[in-house]
């Protein structure tokens, strides 16, 4: 039966999860194709007037709102199993309005499609994880250099493209998002465009892969200048995007804080070599065997030391969060430095409720490891910020209730069912708030 979005999947608000602390993690399971490289990629099929199908989508919200707005603009977007079918051959639309584009930041990333292919757009600001500020002004600035005319006003980004014209970017900050949008714009402008000091992220690779298997042209990147060669017919194709690195990182530092052997398949530690170093200096064990990771802990490891988010392949600001649970129940001091969004700590908050010795200020977090944290009910502040505490429950003793799960899954597919197939004690329910 096809499935229409916002018809298919239904968030109820009460969700929550209840956990119960204290079970070692043992088993094996399958990480999920990236959501970051996903949605570019689900952007990228506005340019694209024949069917893509996408292979092993797993369903996270924010996957489902890129394809809402997809339907939006008048393209079609159908899963059937694990599979998407994505057929942008009807869209005759070039506007988003506030209620889809303010749900998720990623929405950004159709004003370069949309821009290119339309000639003119008119999208809302984006949202997403209340991280920072989080402006767009290095995606203007790009779009403009190309030749495009840029208002900002209502809240509305107007675009016009009369003028696109191929050239040379220069990003004053290597931001993943601008990148994306950028190369994107560019393949809708016959000639080579330039893009210098680009974002190195593995999802500007990936996203690079997938329009090369529809027909364009572009390459550089880590470390280089990226040329795109604009102009070019894009056709159809099947892909697969890469596993999902932070997801990957989320699990390795669950086994580590819980302890167990756990294996996790369809994972490249390639893309988190940042996160592995880290992991040497503790008592966690962690091996690429093929395409597995197989990560053994006795639980509660030596400290980390420090760490200090960079862009890549620096260390990566979206597994902050999750390092900060881990150094609540490690030996010793660690230190958490966030250099990447001003405002990436409202986890610290709630991990001091379920006991965590640790300050936070200006960026800066300083934890002191106890051997001991205690369940609580917290609410999840963000993506990462939710997984954090996901991963505080499964220690804690006691019971930890988390509410405002819609924001983990935007970026978790069926966490609990995977942290359940590995012994994790963790339940999907709507949840009583009460202790007394
Ligand atoms: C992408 O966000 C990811 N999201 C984020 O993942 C990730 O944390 C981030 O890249 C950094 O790796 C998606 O890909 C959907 P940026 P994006 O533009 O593109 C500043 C998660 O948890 N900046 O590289 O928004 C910005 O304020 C999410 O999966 C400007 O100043 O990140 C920030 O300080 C969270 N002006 C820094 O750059 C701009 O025009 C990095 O932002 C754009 C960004």
Known sequence: MPSHFGKEIIYK???????????????????????????????????I??????????????????????????????????????????????????????????????LGPILGRMKSAKVAYPGGCDIGLRPIDLHLKGIRELGAKVVEKN??????????????????????????????????????????GGAQEPEIGDLQRFINACGGSVSGGRGNFIVVDGGRKLHGASFEAMPDRIETGTYIIATAMCGGEVALKNASLETNGALAMKMLKTSC????????????????????GEIETAVYPGFPTDLQAQMTALAGVSEGYSLIIENLFEARSKHVGELMKMGYDIRAKNGITIVKGRDRIFGADVTSPDLRGGAALVLAGLCAEGYTTID?????????????????????????????????
């Open 155 to 196: 809240g509305y980004i107007y675009a016009n493209g009369g003028n696109l014209t191929a050239g040379e970017i220069v990003l004053t900050f290597p931001s993943v998002g601008a990148t994306e949008n950028l190369m994107m714009l560019a393949l809708s402008i016959p000639g080579q465009t330039r893009i210098y």
């Open 13 to 47: 608000d009460m969700e929550g999860f209840f956990i119960v602390g204290g079970n070692k993690l043992k088993g094996e399971v399958r990480m999920d194709s990236a959501k970051n490289s996903l949605l570019p990629i689900i952007a990228c099929c506005i340019l």
């Open 404 to 436: 405002n799960i819609k924001l983990v899954d935007r970026g978790y597919y069926k966490m609990e069912e995977k942290l359940r197939a590995l012994g994790g004690d963790i339940k999907r329910l709507e949840i009583e708030k009460r202790r007394c």
């Open 285 to 304: 064990k962690i091996e690429q065997k093929g395409d597995t990771i197989i990560v053994q802990s006795s639980g509660r490891p030596e400290s980390f």
């Open 49 to 110: 007037e024949d069917e893509v199908e996408l292979v092993n989508v797993p369903k996270y919200s924010d996957v489902l709102t890129m394809c809402e707005i997809l339907c939006h603009l008048g393209g079609k977007a159908e899963f059937k199993g694990d599979n998407l079918y994505i057929d942008c051959r009807g869209i005759d639309k070039n506007c988003i309005p506030n209620e889809l584009s303010s749900s998720v930041r990623s929405s950004i990333f159709t």
